[in-house]
C-alpha cells in the first residue's frame, strides 16, 4: 500500500515496484499535488486505487485487510515549505493527524494478523532532511541530529517523525523511517524549484531565485530514491531510521544555471538568446535554511544502497523528461486529470 501515490515520489515509486512484480495498492485524496496521469503505464493487474483521506482511519484499515496488505509506504504529505508558510494548518492536519491516523489504523491490523503474516509485515514513513534544521558551511546530517526545524512543513513531519517512533517503542509496530535529501526527476509537481525553471524556462517566463541564490541543498534522483525506499523495506531494522542523500550538494543558482545551459543545447531559443537572461533574484522566504547535506553511510554500509545517478546524468534526464511531456505539466497547472483508467470517471480535480 503506498499512500499519496499519485504524487511525484510516490508514481515514481509505484512504477519502480511494479516493474519488480510488486502488487500495490494506491491510496490518494487526489489534492492538487496528486496527478492520476502520473500512474499512466502501470499494468493494470499490477495496481489497484483507492481515493481516500489518510485521516479517515476506517477506510485505511478497511483498505488494508481487503487487500491483505503486506508492507505500507506512507509517502503522503503536505510538502511545500510556502504552502507551509501562508497556511500551516492544512500541514497539521495532513503531516501530524493523518501520520497518527495511518498508524492507528495500521496498529490495529497489524495485530489482527499471526505467523508469516505478522511477522514479515513493515511500515515505512518516508520523511524529510528539513527536520534537522540547518547546517553550516561544513558538516552533515547523520541519524543522530537532534531536530531543528525552522518552517511548519519541516515541524509537521518533524512531528510525524516522532510519532512513528513511538508507536514502535510504545506498541511494538514493525516501523521504518526514511530522511531523504531534495528529490528531483519526473513527475514533480511544478512548484518545485527543478520542474518550475524548466517550466518558466520554455514559457519565456522568469526565473525566480530567492534570496542571493546561494543556499545549498544536496540533491537525490528519484529513481534512486525509490530503490532506497525498496531497499529499506526488505533489509531495514523495525525501529531504525535511515537518511538517503544523494551526495550532490548544489547551491539553488548553479541549478537554474545548469538547467539553462542545458535547455540551451537541447531547446534553443531564437535569436540565440540564453536562458539565463530570465533569472530574477527575489525576496527571500522567511526562515530559509542555508545548507542541507546527508550523511548516507548507515544505508550504504548496513544495506548496501548505493545511488546510480549523478547529478549530471539525472539532471539531463530529467530535462529530457519534460521536454518530451510538456502536456503533463499544462494539464497539472489547468486542473486537467486524465483519471477513466482508474475508474474515477472524466477528469478529476
Known amino acids: 500500500m503506498l499512500t499519496g501515490a499519485a504524487g511525484f515520489i510516490g508514481s515514481n515509486l509505484a512504477h519502480f515496484l511494479t516493474s519488480q512484480d510488486a502488487y500495490v495498492v494506491v491510496y490518494d485524496k487526489l489534492t492538487y499535488a496528486g496527478n492520476p496521469a502520473s500512474l499512466e503505464g502501470i499494468p493494470c493487474e499490477r495496481m489497484s486505487f483507492v481515493k481516500g483521506d489518510i485521516c479517515d482511519t476506517e477506510l485505511v484499515y478497511r483498505t488494508l485487510c481487503e487487500y491483505g496488505i503486506d508492507a505500507v509506504f506512507h509517502l503522503a504529505a503536505e510538502s511545500h515549505v510556502d504552502r507551509s508558510i501562508d497556511g500551516p494548518a492544512a500541514f497539521i492536519e495532513t503531516n501530524i493527524n493523518g501520520t497518527f491516523s495511518m498508524l492507528t489504523a495500521a496498529r490495529r491490523y497489524y495485530e489482527s494478523l499471526d505467523g508469516e503474516r505478522r511477522s514479515g509485515f513493515r511500515f515505512l514513513h518516508i520523511s524529510t532532511d528539513e527536520v534537522y534544521g540547518s547546517l553550516g558551511k561544513t558538516g552533515y546530517f547523520t541519524e543522530n541530529t537532534p531536530y531543528a526545524p525552522n518552517s511548519p512543513y519541516s515541524a509537521s513531519k518533524a512531528s510525524s517523525d516522532h510519532l512513528v517512533r513511538a508507536w514502535f517503542h510504545t506498541y511494538g509496530l514493525p516501523v521504518l523511517t526514511t530522511n531523504c535529501s531534495n528529490n528531483y526527476g519526473p513527475r514533480q509537481f511544478p512548484e518545485k524549484l527543478i520542474p518550475l525553471i524548466i517550466h518558466n524556462a520554455l514559457a519565456d517566463k522568469e526565473l525566480p531565485v ?46 537554474v544555471k545548469t538547467i539553462c545551459s542545458i535547455l540551451d543545447e537541447l531547446r534553443p531559443k531564437a535569436g540565440g538568446a ?26 550504504k554500509r548496513e544495506l548496501g544502497w548505493q545511488p546510480q545517478e549523478t547529478f549530471e546524468s539525472g539532471i539531463l534526464k530529467t530535462i529530457k523528461w519534460y521536454l518530451d511531456n510538456q502536456q503533463w505539466i499544462a494539464n497539472i497547472l489547468n486542473g486537467k486529470y486524465r483519471c477513466e483508467r482508474l475508474g474515477l470517471g472524466g477528469d478529476e480535480q
Not at 224 to 249: F, I, K, Q, W
Not at 279 to 286: A, S
Open 210 to 255: 530567492y534570496g542571493d541564490g546561494k543556499n545549498i541543498r544536496d540533491w537525490l534522483y528519484v529513481e534512486d530514491h525509490c530503490r532506497a525506499l525498496d531497499t529499506v523495506m526488505r533489509l531495514g531494522v523495525p525501529g531504525e531510521t535511515y537518511n538517503v542523500g544523494g551526495s550532490c550538494e548544489r547551491q539553488n543558482i548553479q541549478i
Open 274 to 299: 540564453k536562458y539565463e537572461e530570465q533569472i530574477k533574484f527575489v525576496k527571500d522566504r522567511p526562515g530559509h535554511d542555508r545548507r542541507y547535506a546527508i550523511d548516507a553511510s548507515k544505508i
